[in-house]
């Protein structure tokens, strides 16, 4: 069965630190890869994806993935956390001609100066 | 820039009621979906749509849930009689083309609260 797993609840660094949030995923076919970030009352906004291709994407906010398919893994990174970087970021895994996706149970990030 | 908007933004209900929460997708949008968030839990797929039908449902998406597209900009969830384990944010979501053409645009939600 397909699954999203994203081992770390709540995590807290200090900003100007490195960051990066795990994501594993299980999947039977090549995977559509996703991560999503949420602020309180707002919705999903995308970050970046991973169809095909380079391993290593690039998205908004100064934030990359790299997708390891021997790790099942697609974790995110960003070199130097910013206050604003503060909210929850969601993985999610889909396929299909549907389009559904797959979440994860997110990782909240917080942010001290 | 085009978004996806939903309302009610916040909805308290009693259990046993129905509950229809509304979503106008970006309008050149074809594919629309609706996810659920419990409070703490992960993001969930309940429905997806395209071309006026249901194409694939969740477990969760059981009888007493419903979708509709009424009208050209209007995509709605109806729960016909509330529990209160569906107190949940629900978020609608659309796509324009197929599966690996773009990008899933999401609301802000709709927070259910069944009392």
């Known amino acids: 069965a397909q699954s999203v797993t994203q081992p770390d609840i709540h995590i807290t660094v200090s900003e100007g630190a490195s960051l990066e949030l795990r994501c594993n995923y299980s999947y039977g076919a090549t995977p559509y890869l996703f991560w999503y970030v949420q602020s309180p009352g707002q919705g999903l906004q995308l970050l970046l994806k991973?169809?095909?291709?380079?391993?290593l994407v690039q998205g908004i906010k100064g934030l990359e993935a790299e997708f390891k398919r021997s790790q099942s893994s697609f974790n995110l990174r960003k070199p130097s956390v910013h206050w604003s970087d503060a909210a929850e970021y969601f993985c999610a895994v889909g396929g299909g001609s549907q389009g559904n996706l797959i979440f994860g149970k997110g990782t909240k990030l917080s942010v001290k100066p | 820039e085009p978004e996806v908007t939903q309302t009610p933004s916040h909805q308290v209900t009693q259990m046993g009621q129905e509950v229809i929460l509304r979503c106008v997708p970006i309008?050149?949008?074809?594919?629309f979906y609706w996810y659920r968030q419990i409070l703490g839990q992960k993001v969930e797929f309940l429905v997806s749509?395209?071309?006026?039908?249901?194409?694939?449902k969740s477990e969760i998406f059981d009888d007493q849930f419903s979708v509709e597209r009424p009208d050209g900009s209007n995509f709605t969830l109806k729960i016909r009689s509330t529990k209160l384990e569906d107190s949940a944010m629900y978020f609608c979501?659309?796509?324009?083309?197929?599966?690996?053409?773009?990008?899933?645009?999401f609301g802000e939600g709709s927070r259910l609260t069944v009392l």
């Open positions: 309008s050149n949008h074809l594919y």
């Open positions: 749509f395209y071309n006026n039908e249901i194409s694939e």
């Open positions: 991973y169809f095909s291709g380079d391993t």
């Open positions: 979501a659309s796509r324009r083309g197929g599966f690996n053409t773009g990008e899933l645009f």
